[in-house]
């Protein structure tokens, strides 16, 4: 059966809904960055730039780096931005758009977010990079799919236990990211941890200017909290929702932030693009190696 125009939205010009991209226009390795402007930041270091577009928060440019064609795409702010954006780039490459089926031999991607996120432990100062091995999901998006077992259940079960979460919060859960992936990022400049992705950035990262937050112990046992000698190294608002619909779609999916607030010690970076600057071109050389 096709897939209905009210469930896969095409434009007249027969581009997908929100990104605006055709299939032609997205390359196998895809960087995903939350704010637009932070694309020309990737690709001015691309040796050509082959296209560009940008619809609402949603700009692309694609281009070659040292001979490796890569799409830089901004996502927005959270984790519903990540539902739309992970849809859509699937659809790009693993449903034919004229036929509106899935394709019989499906593409898989290697994304890579490059964000920023503030470091939920002292040890981890501004100015470094944390490359995500787990997404700790807090915001609830990923509940409207079918997990089909890509979560780790004895894990979020003793974070639950552990912090006493609220049921009348969504149910925390941990996904992985792709080890090939981080096996080709990871080096002695990485810190490596969970990373806590909320679906807010002030009360649900428990930041407190007027209103008081649920549980106003949660970031502290959040930043004491262990498992397998993995702890929770960050906050941010994408990473767990990448690495699920990642996962679910069959991509290959990995998160590296550059720490900009230290939320233990309560600074903030003093020269933040900088630091953006630094892991930009540390993760397009890593992707060359
Ligand atoms: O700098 P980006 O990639 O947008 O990432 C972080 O910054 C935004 C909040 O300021 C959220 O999107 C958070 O995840
Ligand atoms: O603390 C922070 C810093 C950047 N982005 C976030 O979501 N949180």
Redesign the pocket.
């Given at each position: 059966m096709p897939i209905k125009e009210s469930e896969l939205i095409l434009n007249p010009d027969n581009s997908i809904y929100h990104l605006n991209l055709k299939p032609e226009h997205v390359a196998k390795t895809i960087i995903l960055v939350g704010d637009q402007d932070r694309v020309e930041k990737v690709s001015k270091y691309f040796d050509r730039i082959e296209f560009k577009i940008q619809k609402r928060e949603f700009k692309t440019h694609t281009g070659y780096y040292k001979k490796k064609r890569i799409t830089v795409i901004s996502t927005g702010?959270g984790p519903d931005n990540i539902d739309i954006v992970l849809n859509e780039l699937d659809a790009l490459v693993n449903i034919d758009f004229g036929t509106r089926q899935i394709k019989e031999t499906l593409t898989k991607l290697h994304i890579i977010r490059i964000?920023?996120?503030?470091s939920l432990q002292a040890h981890i100062p501004v100015d470094t990079f944390v490359l995500s091995t787990h997404g700790l999901d807090i915001n609830g998006m990923l509940h409207a799919y079918q997990l089909n077992n890509i979560n780790t259940p004895d894990f979020e079960q003793a974070f639950i236990t552990h912090t006493n979460w609220s049921p009348n919060k969504a149910r925390p859960i941990i996904i992985e990211g792709s080890q090939i992936l981080r096996d080709q990022l990871k080096s002695e400049q990485t810190y490596e941890g969970l990373t806590a992705t909320?679906g807010g950035?002030y009360g649900p990262?428990g930041?407190v200017l007027r209103l008081p937050v649920q549980d106003a112990q949660l970031n502290s046992k959040m930043d004491n909290f262990e498992y397998n000698n993995i702890r929770i190294s960050?906050?941010?608002?994408e990473t767990s929702a990448i690495f699920g619909l990642a996962k679910l779609l069959g991509h290959e999916a990995l998160s590296l932030?550059a720490i900009?607030?230290n939320?233990a010690t309560g600074n903030f970076t003093k020269k933040p693009a900088l630091t953006i600057d630094k892991l930009i071109k540390y993760t397009l050389d890593k992707l060359v190696e």
């Amino acid at each position: 059966m096709p897939i209905k125009e009210s469930e896969l939205i095409l434009n007249p010009d027969n581009s997908i809904y929100h990104l605006n991209l055709k299939p032609e226009h997205v390359a196998k390795t895809i960087i995903l960055v939350g704010d637009q402007d932070r694309v020309e930041k990737v690709s001015k270091y691309f040796d050509r730039i082959e296209f560009k577009i940008q619809k609402r928060e949603f700009k692309t440019h694609t281009g070659y780096y040292k001979k490796k064609r890569i799409t830089v795409i901004s996502t927005g702010i959270g984790p519903d931005n990540i539902d739309i954006v992970l849809n859509e780039l699937d659809a790009l490459v693993n449903i034919d758009f004229g036929t509106r089926q899935i394709k019989e031999t499906l593409t898989k991607l290697h994304i890579i977010r490059i964000g920023t996120s503030g470091s939920l432990q002292a040890h981890i100062p501004v100015d470094t990079f944390v490359l995500s091995t787990h997404g700790l999901d807090i915001n609830g998006m990923l509940h409207a799919y079918q997990l089909n077992n890509i979560n780790t259940p004895d894990f979020e079960q003793a974070f639950i236990t552990h912090t006493n979460w609220s049921p009348n919060k969504a149910r925390p859960i941990i996904i992985e990211g792709s080890q090939i992936l981080r096996d080709q990022l990871k080096s002695e400049q990485t810190y490596e941890g969970l990373t806590a992705t909320a679906g807010g950035f002030y009360g649900p990262q428990g930041r407190v200017l007027r209103l008081p937050v649920q549980d106003a112990q949660l970031n502290s046992k959040m930043d004491n909290f262990e498992y397998n000698n993995i702890r929770i190294s960050n906050f941010e608002m994408e990473t767990s929702a990448i690495f699920g619909l990642a996962k679910l779609l069959g991509h290959e999916a990995l998160s590296l932030n550059a720490i900009i607030a230290n939320r233990a010690t309560g600074n903030f970076t003093k020269k933040p693009a900088l630091t953006i600057d630094k892991l930009i071109k540390y993760t397009l050389d890593k992707l060359v190696e």
